[in-house]
């Protein structure tokens, strides 16, 4: 018997890998000979490094890189068994959490730290990029990337414009000569669940840029030098890359991505199961165990544990969701793929209590257990 556990990971307790093992020991605690295979999952966001690293093989890499301010930090992503593709949560270099609330200003800070990563990753044979999107604290159209790579934004005298969103307003003039030239040699597929341009009502600066710390005035601010980098980009370009769905993320890198590096934006699940091989390991399988922290009413539009239940549901598959709590609106998902969906809690806890990551664990391999052995008495699994 061969079970696939692809499970999200349960967030403030264990990391998606955790709780697989959790999930097979249960499982091997009644079918000692099942083959389980664990597949960690995330949706593009935080984890997405770790999912991919530990379910490919892989390995991390720790550089010092440009944080959000400029200072030097310590910045992890990983590279894919194989030692091709590099998985880069542009969070670990420009990341909300980095910078200090009172000090939260999106104006001053950059993605520079992103693009170093990427330089770092080319020069360790990388010509393949997974990029998660998300949880920055920018709002530079991905200018210092950019930079980090190569690319020059001048203003009107030839003078560099220097970094943050507040530089977008003084690009004049974009000069290329500089740019490395293995970026030619790569591709990036980016995960990316947000489907807002990069200036306007719905832009970067309008949506995103008030929980980086800007106020009504830089919110106007920003979104002039949006539209200002914009027009820039266009005329360097030939294309307008403005209103492309998801070209204001991260505070408009998903504009920089797409029209400089080609990049192709995904839903960040999908892009997850894919690179990790899924499909394959479903072929020969009798049974799929998903799940993450909570199923809600956000799982069933299109939350990794979806994605995993629409891929099993091609293969005829029986999908087991579990979860820590299950809201009721999560019961859409069995018209999705979903055949069953449990909560793991034995009993009334605190939430303190349920997030321990030994409970957890402790209650994923008992729920996954009971299970087996109600499969084993009915005869549904052999």
Known sequence: MKVVIAIDSFKGSISSSEGGAAIAAGIKTVYREAETVILPLADGGEGTVEALVSGSGGELRTVCATGPLGETIQAAYGIMGGGETAVIEVAAACGLPLVSRERRDPSQTTTYGVGELIADAIGAGCRSFVIGLGGSATNDAGIGMLQALGYRFLDDAGREVGQGGAALARIARIDASGVRPELAACSFRVACDVDNPLYGPEGAAFIFGPQKGADTAMVEQLDQGLRHFAKAAERFLGRDIAAIPGAGAAGGLGAALVGFLGASLLS?????????????????????ITGEGRLDGQTSRGKAPLGV??????HGLPVIALAGSVG????SLNSQGVSALFPILSGPMTLEEAMDPAATAAHLRGTAEQLFRLLQATGALR
């Open 268 to 288: 960040g699940a999908e892009l997850v199961l894919e690179s990790l091989g899924i499909e394959a390991q479903l072929a020969d399988a009798q049974l799929v």
């Open 309 to 314: 239940a629409r891929l099993a549901s091609r």
């Open 328 to 331: 009721a609106e999560a019961r």
